[in-house]
T-cell receptor
Framework: KQEVTQIPAALSVPEGENLVLNCSFTDSAIYNLQWFRQDPGKGLTSLLLIQSSQREQTSGRLNASLDKSSGRSTLYIAASQPGDSATYLCAVYNNNDMRFGAGTRLTVKP | DADVTQTPRNRITKTGKRIMLECSQTKGHDRMYWYRQDPGLGLRLIYYSFDVKDINKGEISDGYSVSRQAQAKFSLSLESAIPNQTALYFC?????????????FGPGTRLTVL
């Protein structure tokens, strides 16, 4: 059974700092991995999707990497802003089964 | 207007009651999903549907049922609600096969079972 873990559960940083969020999974046989953002009272918004054949994806200040062999993904956020404050979740997909991590709650202080 | 809507947004009910959560989408997607989110556990898949005639159980389908009334509508029912079904419920849609494309989420329904 696939298990997805995100560490840390919460992170607080000052504005402008670069930061890395971590996601690990137990079964390396995945088709893709997604990073989502969740704001309070709202649904999830997909940030980046990495196919199993890819090593990384970039969108603006966000860069996600994938290392299937070690069961790890990282989400790098450059020059963090208060508007980046949210919960970030990763999810892995394999065989019609999508598994989410519990998320990292990020606070960027002005 | 939002692409994926859920009604109601909040619901308080009592143990043993039947309740239905509704999801509608205007994205024209064939694939629809129901998840529940519990504190500290992330999201877990309840049911998913790849087209109107297709219904599949997810990780935690016990105690739930679904109906895909049309391409745009996918409802989740709790036949006899129990307190441990208190959670935040999300509907999502996607365009391509399986889970290999971006999923678009509704705003969620917060359900409390007393």
């Amino acid at each position: 059974k696939q298990e997805v873990t995100q560490i840390p559960a919460a992170l607080s940083v000052p504005e402008g700092e670069n930061l890395v969020l971590n996601c690990s999974f137990t079964d390396s046989a995945i088709y893709n991995l997604q990073w989502f953002r969740q704001d309070p009272g709202k649904g999830l918004t997909s940030l980046l999707l990495i196919q199993s054949s890819q090593r990384e994806q970039t969108s603006g200040r966000l860069n996600a990497s994938l290392d299937k062999s070690s069961g790890r993904s990282t989400l790098y956020i450059a020059a963090s802003q208060p508007g980046d404050s949210a919960t970030y979740l990763c999810a892995v997909y394999n065989n019609n089964d999508m598994r989410f991590g519990a998320g990292t709650r990020l606070t960027v202080k002005p | 207007d939002a692409d994926v809507t859920q009604t109601p947004r909040n619901r308080i009910t009592k143990t043993g009651k039947r309740i239905m959560l509704e999801c509608s989408q205007t994205k024209g997607h064939d694939r629809m999903y129901w998840y529940r989110q519990d504190p500290g556990l992330g999201l877990r898949l309840i049911y998913y549907s790849f087209d109107v005639k297709d219904i599949n159980k997810g990780e935690i389908s016990d105690g739930y049922s679904v109906s895909r009334q049309a391409q745009a509508k996918f409802s989740l029912s709790l036949e006899s609600a129990i307190p441990n079904q208190t959670a935040l419920y999300f509907c999502a849609t996607s365009a391509l096969a399986g889970f290999t494309d971006t999923q678009y989420f509704g705003p969620g329904t917060r359900l409390t079972v007393l």
